[in-house]
């Protein structure tokens, strides 16, 4: 099960209030308490693994470690080391008590979430010429607490959407080495599936619902999948009565959810084309042309026709390299 939304409390560490201490040592008198250590704060980092928000499942609350109090002979508290939270490229990172998002869009990419508190100073800190022997000291300053909310959205290439049992995820295997469940049903896809088509990532979003942006089934859930994806593969089953209806279905959606879903470069498959007869196949390529100019009848059963899907894809591939 993919988790790709998930809200966690955080709470770097505070730091150490400050030493008051004086000197043990015969003939050197004075105030010799050292500062507090730093609190750890809290970083999140990218990582390619899609399934890295599963470890919040469970574990709503992180908290990292305080730092030492401050001791005497001028010894400093121990600060204490940052927590680093792996999390999937493409995740926003939503305050939910002010609203500030952050965004991880590159592996490796690292954001402050929340500031360990610094350490208090000693009392040898205090220390003047008017007072010598000073018992003043500071406590650390809390380190930083709030509430995230972790929204995973998808990063790809190419999205593959349609509504259910269009053939997007047997497309996906045909394309690149991914292992989407198929089955001829409806709903056989319940998470989203990634796979590598050379350089190009290629998201199979599983299928939407008329009222899937109103929240119907797992809608709006899809729907934030689609948001970064670059190019649509719009996918029809060649199995429908009335492709074009299928096609408008979709388009509403999208539009309903983000009028920039619908301004995506699109290109649209009638898929399944070896379970019709020819005739039948060219009324409803026809239908199509009507909405759509650019339709390709494409069966994972027909190697020419995946040829053109390969050869659209190197095009996307080549205008990527040159840009």
């Known amino acids: 099960m993919l988790i790709d939304d998930v809200t966690i409390a955080l709470q770097a560490g505070n730091g150490g209030k400050g030493a008051v201490a004086f000197n043990k040592n015969m003939m050197s008198l004075g105030a010799v308490g050292g500062k507090g250590g730093k609190g750890g704060s809290i970083y999140a980092e990218g990582v390619s693994d899609l399934n890295a928000l599963s470890q919040f499942r469970y574990k709503k609350s992180i908290k990292a470690a305080n730092g030492a109090d401050g001791k005497d002979q001028f010894n400093d508290g121990a600060s204490q080391d940052?927590?680093?939270?792996?999390?999937?490229?493409?995740?926003?990172?939503?305050?939910?008590?002010?609203?500030?998002?952050?965004?991880?869009?590159?592996?490796?990419?690292?954001?402050?979430?929340?500031?360990?508190?610094?350490?208090?100073?000693?009392?040898?800190?205090?220390?003047?010429?008017?007072?010598?022997?000073?018992?003043?000291?500071?406590?650390?300053?809390?380190?930083?607490?709030?509430?995230?909310?972790?929204?995973?959205?998808?990063?790809?290439?190419?999205?593959?959407?349609?509504?259910?049992?269009?053939?997007?995820?047997?497309?996906?295997?045909?394309?690149?080495?991914?292992?989407?469940?198929?089955?001829?049903?409806?709903?056989?896809?319940?998470?989203?599936?990634?796979?590598?088509?050379?350089?190009?990532?290629?998201?199979?979003?599983?299928?939407?619902?008329?009222?899937?942006?109103?929240?119907?089934?797992?809608?709006?859930?899809?729907?934030?999948?689609?948001?970064?994806?670059?190019?649509?593969?719009?996918?029809?089953?060649?199995?429908?009565?009335?492709?074009?209806?299928?096609?408008?279905?979709?388009?509403k959606e999208l539009e309903a959810y983000s009028e920039e879903l619908v301004k995506k470069e699109e290109y649209v498959f009638l898929s399944k084309s070896d379970t019709v007869p020819p005739e039948e196949m060219r009324k409803k390529v026809a239908a199509l042309k009507k909405i759509h100019k650019n339709v390709l009848p494409i069966s994972i059963h027909d190697w020419e026709s995946l040829e053109k899907v390969k050869k659209i894809l190197n095009e996307i591939k080549a205008g990527r390299s040159n840009s």
């Open 82 to 251: 940052d927590l680093v939270l792996k999390i999937p490229v493409g995740t926003v990172i939503r305050n939910t008590e002010t609203g500030e998002t952050q965004e991880i869009l590159k592996i490796g990419e690292r954001v402050l979430l929340a500031q360990g508190g610094i350490g208090g100073r000693g009392n040898f800190h205090f220390r003047s010429s008017t007072n010598t022997s000073p018992k003043q000291f500071q406590e650390g300053r809390p380190g930083e607490r709030l509430t995230a909310r972790l929204e995973l959205k998808l990063i790809a290439d190419v999205g593959l959407i349609g509504l259910p049992n269009a053939g997007k995820s047997s497309l996906l295997n045909e394309l690149t080495r991914a292992q989407s469940k198929v089955a001829n049903y409806p709903f056989t896809t319940l998470e989203p599936n990634l796979g590598t088509y050379y350089e190009l990532i290629l998201a199979d979003i599983p299928g939407l619902l008329e009222g899937a942006s109103q929240g119907k089934g797992l809608g709006l859930k899809f729907l934030r999948h689609i948001e970064r994806t670059k190019i649509l593969f719009h996918l029809i089953s060649a199995e429908s009565k009335d492709p074009a209806k299928d096609y408008g279905i979709i388009r």
